[in-house]
């Protein structure tokens, strides 16, 4: 975002501070796969999930995920995608699944509570996200703090928590074929996917915790209503 307002001419780069936006770290830390709630999904004790956390409009980069998916089936037959959250497409994107007769292997979680999102992150083998235009995705720190590996458009701030080959697998905005071919890499290689996600839990330990934040927030305040003082004196 710093970067985006300074190309607009607002502002110098000294005035930009960057706080990441924290929040409750501990159901993601702990989340796990509950065979219950795969059941509830009709997901297969050894199907990959590749999970997608987006309002189901324009722009969050479904129609990729679309695009490359009869591809990923064939490659990965046991490959289930769980797409939480709700939408005006949602039933043009349902409508996609069936004309593509991938009719059982997209699941349609609809709109969760923020408080259960982490049961359906646990889920996940890993998660992707495509938007073509977001600030920081909540979704790319919330998986990772559930170690699931993450897959993103290169976007925006996406590349501030997801750090190519090292938290996950960045893509150019379109690139199909490279978006296909990570997805197949995680979906098939089980120590990559405990790299990543183990590294990606580390970052977001370290950067996303609500009392990081408080702090921040407190000390940069703190900091104006110094520099505000201060230039108030005769």
Same mark, same amino acid.
């Given at each position: 975002?710093?970067?985006?307002?300074?190309?607009?001419?607002?502002?110098?780069?000294?005035?930009?501070?960057?706080? &990441?936006?924290?929040? /409750?770290?501990? /159901?993601?830390? @702990?989340?796990?796969?509950?065979?219950?709630?795969?059941?509830?999904?009709?997901?297969?004790?050894?199907?990959?999930?590749?999970?997608?956390?987006?309002?189901? &409009?324009?722009?969050?980069?479904?129609?990729?995920?679309?695009?490359?998916?009869?591809? !990923?089936?064939?490659?990965?037959?046991? $490959?289930? &995608?769980?797409?939480?959250?709700?939408? /005006?497409?949602?039933?043009? &994107?349902?409508? $996609? #699944?069936? @004309?593509?007769?991938?009719?059982?292997?997209?699941?349609?979680?609809? !709109?969760?509570?923020?408080?259960?999102?982490?049961?359906?992150?646990?889920?996940?083998?890993?998660?992707?996200?495509?938007?073509?235009?977001?600030?920081? /995705?909540?979704?790319?720190?919330?998986?990772?703090?559930?170690? *699931?590996?993450?897959?993103? @458009?290169?976007?925006?701030?996406?590349?501030?928590?997801?750090?190519?080959?090292?938290?996950?697998?960045?893509?150019?905005?379109?690139?199909?074929?490279?978006?296909?071919?990570?997805?197949?890499?995680? #979906?098939?290689?089980?120590?990559?996917?405990?790299?990543?996600?183990?590294?990606?839990?580390?970052?977001?330990?370290?950067?996303?915790?609500?009392?990081?934040?408080?702090?921040?927030?407190? #000390?940069?305040?703190?900091?104006?209503?110094?520099?505000?003082?201060?230039?108030? *004196?005769?």
């Amino acid at each position: 975002m710093t970067e985006q307002y300074l190309a607009a001419g607002i502002g110098r780069p000294v005035q930009y501070t960057r706080i &990441f936006s924290g929040f /409750p770290l501990e /159901p993601f830390l @702990s989340a796990q796969d509950d065979p219950d709630l795969r059941q509830r999904l009709s997901i297969g004790a050894g199907d990959f999930v590749l999970g997608k956390i987006a309002r189901l &409009f324009k722009l969050k980069g479904h129609d990729d995920l679309f695009a490359v998916a009869p591809q !990923l089936v064939t490659r990965c037959p046991q $490959m289930k &995608f769980l797409l939480v959250g709700d939408g /005006p497409w949602r039933e043009r &994107f349902e409508a $996609m #699944a069936r @004309s593509r007769g991938l009719g059982k292997h997209f699941i349609f979680a609809g !709109l969760v509570p923020p408080t259960e999102v982490h049961r359906y992150v646990g889920l996940m083998g890993a998660l992707v996200h495509l938007s073509r235009r977001e600030g920081l /995705p909540r979704a790319l720190p919330q998986a990772l703090a559930a170690s *699931r590996p993450v897959v993103a @458009s290169d976007c925006d701030g996406a590349r501030e928590i997801c750090l190519d080959n090292q938290t996950g697998f960045l893509i150019p905005p379109g690139d199909l074929p490279l978006l296909s071919e990570r997805i197949v890499q995680l #979906a098939r290689d089980g120590a990559l996917r405990e790299r990543l996600g183990r590294r990606g839990q580390q970052l977001v330990r370290q950067w996303f915790s609500v009392e990081r934040m408080v702090d921040e927030l407190h #000390a940069l305040y703190v900091k104006l209503s110094a520099r505000a003082s201060a230039a108030r *004196r005769p």
